[in-house]
């Protein structure tokens, strides 16, 4: 007597549900790969960039010395250093305050953060 294979739903569906999940698998795994690929070409077009910005920056600091601005100032834009009758000095004391005014101030401001946090939960 010969047996015969039957075949159940349940593992065709099993089968079904291994060979969905070996796809999506596989696509995630090209899909990382590629992502991966871009992230690290960015990664080098940053690096070269950071590597001008820098080559550029060396260069504009060696260029631009301050007889390179003077010089730039009185050809291009016409400026000239001020005569002494042109000079007006201000004293300026060597100690600085800051000043507040009472319109910024409000009178919630004022308030203590306990009458504050009682008034929350008193309601008043």
Request: a positive charge.
């Amino acid at each position: 007597m010969r047996r015969r294979h039957i075949i159940t739903f349940k593992t065709v569906f099993t089968l079904l549900v291994i060979f969905v999940g070996a796809i999506f698998v596989t696509i995630s795994s090209a899909m990382i790969g590629d992502i991966n690929v871009k992230i690290n070409d960015k990664r080098a077009k940053l690096q070269n960039q950071r590597e001008v910005n820098a080559a550029l920056r060396a260069q504009s600091t060696q260029k631009y010395t301050l007889e390179e601005v003077e010089r730039l100032a009185r050809e291009n834009l016409g400026m000239n250093k001020p005569d002494p009758s042109q000079i007006i000095y201000i004293n300026v004391p060597k100690q600085s305050y800051v000043v507040i005014s009472d319109d910024i101030i409000s009178a919630e401001d004022s308030i203590s953060w306990w009458d504050k946090l009682s008034r929350f939960f008193l309601f008043k």
